[in-house]
């Protein structure tokens, strides 16, 4: 960083080394700390401006690598308080001090800023600031629930801190987060004449009284955030809990006493096992984001043939994203449908003021249409998202290549039939692969790729950079029959309809899933998702892995009575307006199911087969990285972060646990529960999903 002073106004840059980034380390702060000593001692400063140097960031937050290295409470509470000490400074200095944002001001940059008198920000679209500790499991360290509500108000700042929301320029200035916000390019002019009105005292005063910061309104704010937290968070997840009751403790309290309260409730939150998985899925999710090597001509445009659920959130991201979108329909009367569709994804963000109508509007434009198959011969990328029909797919891809250009890749949506299978009539099967988006599209980051034998390195690397830069994280599977997430995921879905065959009932399964971590239970998602699209899903996993992924038969009974889930208004539940209630015609089709089955028996089923599938993936060399894994079950499916993944989770109970308990079930219920030969060898050599690697790499 560099101090600068130009007529007695100091500017003091940050500019972290070979970084691309700003961010707080403790070497960093002590830096920062001996200037703002030098800046105290120097009575002819009459203001200070801390800026960045660099493009489209001010500080992205705490060094999280530090924060992930501290071992124990201890050290932890010492080394905050070491921050507090500065940050007092220079809230404390007698000058006025602003903050001047242009660009991401996350975490501790943005607590750094809060210390500031003044927050100045660019209109910038890069100018965002957020809380996002939360997401790591622990809540802002820097006095940051201690600021913040004196500064923004309760309300807004419980919003904040237990959501990790971000908020734009305008945003921030209309929560009193920003005194000013201005056009980069008037910086000049426009940051010189808020300095010398600050150092006058001319400046306009925003009162910054908040009523309902106050008892008795205050008790009031604060149920009404536990109440919403309970509704969303499941209380395994501490941190949220924590950071309410830490805002709660230290609303009204003087400054010193409140950064000792912050300071303890922190130390504990950052040495726990839910934010050291946390932080742990953060470097990977980075990692894996970085996985593709920069080509000089990056995939620009896309063909997208299927215009169904799948094909219209893969229209709508590339239309987002991409120069030009070429759709392929069976007739052109279906575009206004198509249209529409897409327009809804748009419609919310521009709801969700993420971008303009007249962005949108641009976006939609990329967007052409054809009935034949005219206009392909400029396309890089193909992917069709049509029927799960494997004969209909193999004439799809011989059609298109009579039209295509030979360098264009080829890719297929399907989410379960053989990749392999589906490559063996193309002509240039270096350039066919799968690429398995999940759904809703616009939500959902994980893409499963999925190479044949044949596919090159530079297809895979070339569709890596497609969709990391389409803001996806793909990740390379093997080839088999639902890849890793649906593989995984279809027998914990007809497990629990396995238990509901032998007893208990669709509520109590789905609250003990959902009590688990899991978002929603295995009914209610099986209901979102399709009774159809599961029971089709389900029928081809049976056909490859044979009898030991059997079908419960009462998904087959509600496959073949249309009960199907929310798109027919019933399914495990009935749908009514605004309410789901357990549906009495599958509950009629039940025979005999009047065991008394416990939650802990219902969790273990459902979870533990998921892991004993997950271990055959590795065996078989699906994924070679346990943490591949871990990923997708985080978000593929919605498995809960803080327990780290699937097979994190899996180390934490021990695999002898989890082996007995199979051997258990398997004597009960029969192969469904046989456990894997890798779990055996695992527990025989005293290894686990972190350590035994070398017994599943070959």
């Known amino acids: 960083m560099t101090l600068e002073i130009n007529q007695n106004i100091a500017t003091l840059t940050f500019d972290l080394e070979n970084e691309k980034i700003n961010k707080l380390s403790f070497e960093i702060l002590r830096e920062f700390d001996e200037i703002l000593d030098q800046i105290k001692d120097d009575t002819s400063i009459k203001a200070l401006v801390i800026d960045s140097a660099k493009k489209n960031i001010f500080i992205a937050g705490a060094d999280i690598k530090e924060i992930e290295k501290l071992k124990d409470e201890k050290e932890v509470y010492e080394a905050l308080m070491e921050v507090h000490e500065i940050f007092n400074k220079l809230e404390n200095l007698p000058i006025p001090t602003i903050a001047y944002i242009n660009g991401a001001c996350m975490g501790g940059g943005l607590e750094l800023a809060l210390a500031c008198k003044y927050r100045v920000l ?17 809540f802002p360290g820097f006095a940051g629930t201690i600021r913040a509500p004196k500064l923004i108000g309760l309300i807004n700042a419980l919003d904040l801190i237990l959501t990790g929301k971000t908020v734009d320029a305008k945003k921030a200035y209309k929560l009193k987060l920003a005194d000013a916000i201005f056009d980069d390019a008037q910086k000049e002019f426009m940051l010189d004449d808020f300095v010398k009105k600050a150092i006058y005292g001319t400046l306009k005063t925003r009162n910054n009284f908040n009523l309902l910061n106050y008892a008795p309104l205050n008790q009031i704010i604060f149920n009404k955030a536990l109440k919403g937290l309970e509704e969303k968070v499941n209380k395994d997840f501490k941190a949220p809990y924590v950071a309410l009751e830490v805002i709660k403790a230290t609303i009204n309290k003087e400054l010193e006493d409140s950064i000792k309260i912050e300071a303890k409730e922190f130390a504990k939150l950052a040495v726990s096992k839910e934010s050291k998985n946390m932080i742990k899925l953060f470097f990977f999710f980075e990692k894996l984001n970085k996985n593709y090597e920069k080509t000089s001509n990056p995939i620009s445009n896309a063909i997208v043939l299927g215009n169904g659920v799948m094909g219209k959130g893969i229209i709508w991201l590339f239309s987002k994203y991409l120069k030009d979108v070429r759709i392929k329909l069976r007739d052109i009367s279906q575009v206004n449908e198509l249209i529409k569709d897409v327009s809804k994804i748009y419609n919310h963000l521009i709801k969700t003021k993420r971008m303009t109508k007249n962005q949108a509007d641009f976006k939609l434009n990329t967007i052409s249409y054809t009935e034949d198959l005219s206009g392909f011969k400029n396309f890089d990328f193909i992917i069709e998202a049509i029927i799960e029909d494997e004969r209909i797919k193999k004439d799809t891809y011989k059609e298109l290549e009579e039209v295509i250009n030979e360098n264009a890749i080829i890719a297929t949506n399907t989410s379960s039939i053989s990749i392999e299978k589906l490559g063996s009539e193309v002509k240039n099967k270096e350039n066919f692969l799968g690429v398995h988006f999940f759904n809703p599209v616009n939500i959902m980051p994980l893409v499963e790729v999925i190479a044949t034998k044949n596919t090159s390195k530079e297809s895979i690397n070339k ?165 591949i894994i871990d990923f997708a079950m985080i978000t593929g499916i919605g498995f809960p972060a803080y327990k780290g993944g699937l097979l994190s989770y899996a180390n934490e109970i021990g695999l002898k646990n989890i082996l007995d308990s199979l051997k258990q079930y398997e004597k009960e219920f029969g192969e469904r529960f046989t456990p894997s030969n890798l779990l055996i060898k695992l527990v025989e050599q005293y290894e686990d999903f972190e350590t035994g690697e070398a017994l599943w790499k070959h």
């Open 463 to 627: 569709v890596f950079e497609l969709l990391i830069s389409c803001g996806k994280t793909p990740i390379l599977v093997g080839d088999c029959a639902g890849f890793i997430v649906n593989r995984i995921l279809l027998p914990y879905m007809n497990e629990a309809a396995f238990i509901l065959e032998q007893g208990s009932s669709i509520e109590k399964i789905d609250r003990a899933i959902k009590e688990f971590g899991m978002p929603m239970g295995p009914f209610t998602l099986a209901d979102t998702v399709g009774v159809d699209i599961g029971f089709k899903v389900a029928s081809i996993l049976n056909e490859s892995y044979g009898s030991r992924m059997p079908i419960a038969s009462i998904i087959e009974k509600m496959y073949e009575a249309k009960l199907l889930g929310v798109k027919t208004k019933a399914g495990f539940y009935e749908y009514s307006s605004n309410d789901a209630y357990p549906n009495k015609h599958v509950t009629s089709m039940l025979e005999n199911n009047n065991k008394i089955i416990e939650e802990d028996e219902i969790v273990k089923r459902c979870i533990y087969i998921m892991i004993n599938e997950a271990s055959r993936c590795l065996e078989e060399n699906i994924v070679t990285d346990a943490s």
């Open 122 to 138: 660019s209109t910038n679209e890069k100018t965002k600031l957020a809380f996002p500790e939360i997401k790591l499991g622990i």
